[in-house]
């Protein structure tokens, strides 16, 4: 199920708070976690017990860990829990590009598997791996099984992130308040969310598209893809990120922040702290740090930032491109440490520029079906390969996305939000965008409303009569 | 005021949930024309399958309460807010709802001049003279000036014309301007096409009577557009056109075997009031002239622009025989129609060449 859906938002988001609010608060994580299963199941019924088992393996573990800490068995225990979760991993998302490559190189045909990729996987696999490695590190153990299933399982992050880490909500799953000021900021975070998803996001995501359909490609359509893209992903996932946290606020959950306007770095080093905050800062701490992190000789460091960057692109989905563009991250990040960051400090448009342009290249490496379209893209946005500067479709395009496109650029800089705080430091500015800012949502919310279900606008193909 | 927040945020989620839950639901789609979802059935084998979640996601925005509101809503948002320049393809100018009809698809043109052309190797002999003649849509009138996307339509005329070159191609473009087509529809308005009929009827070899008479029907007619724009537009006023021969015709449905009338004003009630022309989507319709001053044969092949044309030709021929291949496979021809000496016209919009996925 979808945040952005008719189903979610009329049916089982008014439902799960119905019942949550009603029930007792010993009772709050098990509503939690059955419609969070529900949610899960929503998409994939075949994979809840995937999750399940998952979940009972990760209890399990997490139990034996705890109680052989310090000794030679946690170790074990802990790494054979991370093996279990990662093979699951594999098996789902790796499996057939290792097959596809290897075939590739030996010229054998060995079948792929085929297997649908379970939602969110990725994500709560991660969770799996902290939770036990947290208690590796002397994290208690949950003792209750619904605590640590509804961790694992919560509905507002299972699918999307942000990685909530168990040390993070520990004692949150156990000990948590409501408040109204809380589920206010809550439902502000997540209507906004919703907007972001639903009116920038999806309509830019529209307009690649219609890049990728066309015909008709110029240097002009391919910077305004890149550009739309660019922004697409970010207000998509941060949506999603928003979502997650505010409707985390209602059902009194205070998780971390997971973006922070990316696209107001100086620098690609601090693009990667505002950008998926939560994988960011989990591979350092569960895979860049025990590989000796910056406290080693500068190659082993160098070689870990590759490591690290290689499985970064590699969560990301299981292509080449995904790979390239970690690494493409990783050398960046390399260049950066060796030399180029002192400069970057020196002229504040330059390293503005330079971090839109490169975050703007990996992402079309990103989006790209294979290297092939990746290279071709690139090779657009310069004109190589007798690409017209102008094509009447590029024009169209971007005079009907203008108003969208600046807005999203607005919308990227934290501008809006100094504006707030500047209206609000003043009494009388206060109160008045606290009087209006129900009604903005209850607008908001509406006209969200209006685009998920035009969604649906399907005319009958033979409407021509 | 955070109270207010959650209280409106509760209440909100609390009326879409009833509402949703338990107002009526809607079953048919009069803007789109098509039946709308309805509720899937509960059983195990649904949902472990996920039909049924996908089945209820569809259903669930198919019977949103207020539906067609929220359409409007987010067309004016479109529209007025973020200033998109068309909305699901659709846009307004000069008070005319047209489609953005782009690019050009030669890969439904190659489809198209290929069923045309198993018509003709499979039912066509020298003694049949054939035509060709392309209707262009709406937006040739009006992108240009309102700066939307257009095709290039003398190439599409030119290519047509080259691909069919088993055909005698005639051209009415430069007869039609926007005024022809009705502000809310797809279709050229009859009243205003007398000239295109005469035109065809002379490069045919045929004369028409001039004898007409133009009706105008007083229920407001809001064509298949208005329903996508969903935004709140004027509606048009159908007319209708009669005259000596268009009267003494009898007109016969071929598809349901029952003889019909030229203008069916039941049609007009009802959800597409442009099929009161030969009451609409048929496969097969003979209209014969009884008055007919020579035995002169007209086979159309045409689309539901040919359905307000045909009225108009018919003083010029003592029969003419409308096909529309996207109800009828073209192979089964033979068994309805006799086309020894028959002139052939193939009469199509661009609308349905560059989308001719539909015809068989």
């Not at chain 1, 509804?150 to 299972?158: D, R, S, T, V």
């Not at chain 2, 059983?43 to 669930?60: H, K, L, P, V």
């Not at chain 2, 043109?109 to 392309?134: D, G, H, P």
């Not at chain 2, 048009?236 to 004003?265: H, R, W």
Request: aromatic share 16%; proline share 3%.
């Amino acid at each position: 199920m979808l945040f952005s859906s008719i189903t979610f938002l009329y049916y089982f988001l008014p439902l799960t708070i119905a019942f949550y609010f009603l029930s007792p608060k010993r009772l709050k994580n098990m509503v939690l976690l059955l419609s969070s299963l529900i949610f899960y199941a929503w998409g994939e019924p075949k994979y809840v017990f995937l999750m399940a088992s998952l979940i009972v393996l990760g209890y399990g573990f997490g139990r034996l860990v705890e109680t052989y800490r310090g000794k030679k068995t946690g170790q074990v225990f802990c790494i054979l829990s991370i093996m279990i979760s990662l093979s699951f991993l594999v098996y789902f998302k790796y499996a057939d590009f290792f097959i596809t490559n290897f075939n590739a190189i030996t010229g054998l045909g060995i079948p792929l598997l085929k297997v649908v990729l379970p939602i969110g996987i990725s994500f709560y696999t991660f969770q799996m791996i902290s939770y036990i490695v947290d208690i590796y590190r002397g994290e208690e153990a949950q003792k209750n099984i619904i605590n640590m299933a509804a961790y694992i399982a919560m509905f507002p992050q299972l699918i999307a992130g942000p990685i909530v880490r168990y040390s993070d909500i520990a004692k949150q799953l156990e000990e948590r308040k409501h408040s109204w000021d809380r589920a206010a900021e809550g439902i502000r975070r997540f209507v906004i969310g919703l907007a972001k998803k639903v009116l920038l996001a999806n309509q830019l995501g529209e307009l690649c598209n219609v890049f990728r359909g066309s015909d008709e490609k110029s240097v002009l359509f391919y910077w305004l893809y890149a550009l739309a893209f660019g922004l697409h992903i970010y207000f998509d996932f941060s949506g999603y990120s928003d979502m997650a946290i505010g409707l985390g606020k209602i059902f009194g959950f205070q998780f971390l922040e997971n973006f922070n306007y990316p696209y107001i770095s100086a620098s690609i080093t601090e693009f990667w702290r505002r950008w998926h905050i939560s994988l960011g800062s989990w591979f350092r701490d569960y895979v860049y740090i025990p590989l000796g992190g910056n406290r080693v000789k500068k190659g082993r460091q160098f070689f870990n930032i590759l490591v690290v960057w290689m499985l970064t692109g590699f969560w990301h989905g299981a292509a080449w491109n995904f790979i390239v563009w970690g690494l493409f991250f990783a050398v960046l990040l390399m260049i950066e440490k060796v030399w180029l960051l002192k400069y970057l400090k020196e002229s504040k448009i330059f390293s503005h520029l330079y971090v839109l342009f490169f975050a703007m290249i990996s992402f079309i490496i990103f989006n790209a079906q294979d290297m092939g379209q990746a290279f071709s893209d690139i090779k657009g946005l310069f004109g190589i390969g007798g690409v017209p500067l102008v094509s009447a479709q590029a024009l169209y395009y971007l005079y009907s996305f203008f108003v969208i496109i600046v807005v999203a650029m607005v919308g990227a800089t934290p501008a809006i939000q100094n504006i707030i705080k500047k209206v609000s430091c003043k009494s009388v500015g206060e109160k008045i965008l606290n009087r209006i800012e129900p009604f903005v949502l209850l607008v908001l919310l509406l006209v969200i409303t209006a685009y998920l279900v035009d969604g649906s606008f399907n005319p009958f193909l033979y409407f021509r009569f | 005021m955070k109270k207010i927040t959650c209280i409106l945020f509760a209440v909100f989620l609390a009326a879409g949930f009833l509402l949703c839950v338990f107002l009526p639901k809607a079953q048919y789609s009069d803007s789109e024309r098509r039946k709308l979802a309805s509720m899937p059935t509960l059983q195990a084998q649904n949902i472990w399958s996920g039909r049924f979640m996908t089945d209820f996601e569809t259903y669930a925005v198919d019977t949103f309460p207020f539906r067609t509101s929220f359409r409007t809503l987010k067309a004016v948002t479109a529209n007025h807010v973020f200033f998109k320049r068309d909305n699901n393809g659709i846009y307004v100018s000069d008070g005319f709802i047209s489609a953005v009809e782009y690019p050009l698809n030669e890969d439904s043109l190659n489809r198209a001049v290929k069923r045309f052309q198993y018509i003709y190797e499979k039912y066509l002999t020298k003694n049949n003279k054939v035509y060709l003649s392309v209707i262009p849509d709406k937006n040739c009138f009006l992108a240009k000036d309102s700066r939307h996307l257009s095709m290039d339509y003398k190439k599409f005329e030119q290519q047509m014309k080259q691909k069919m070159d088993f055909a005698q191609y005639i051209s009415i473009a430069e007869l039609l301007e926007k005024d022809d087509y009705y502000k809310t529809d797809t279709h050229w308005r009859q009243e205003r096409i007398i000239d295109v009929a005469e035109r065809l009827a002379q490069k045919m070899g045929t004369a028409l009577s001039s004898d007409y008479k133009i009706h105008t029907l007083t229920q407001d007619f809001y064509g298949v557009y208005y329903g996508q724009a969903a935004l709140p537009l004027e509606p048009d006023s159908l007319q209708y056109v009669t005259g000596d021969a268009i009267d003494t015709c009898y007109v016969y449905d071929g598809q349901n075997n029952k003889e019909i009338t030229m203008y069916d004003m039941e049609k007009v009630a009802g959800r597409d009031p442009y099929e009161m022309f030969l009451s609409g989507s048929l496969s097969l319709v003979t209209l014969n002239n009884p008055k007919a001053q020579e035995d002169k044969k007209l086979i159309l092949f045409r689309d539901s622009f040919g359905s307000s044309i045909a009225p108009l030709l018919i003083s010029g021929y003592s029969q003419i025989t409308l096909v529309d291949i996207r109800y009828i496979q073209p192979n089964y021809l033979a068994q309805f129609i006799n086309f020894d000496n028959c002139d052939v016209l193939f009469l199509y919009s661009t609308l349905v060449l560059n989308n001719s996925e539909t015809l068989k």
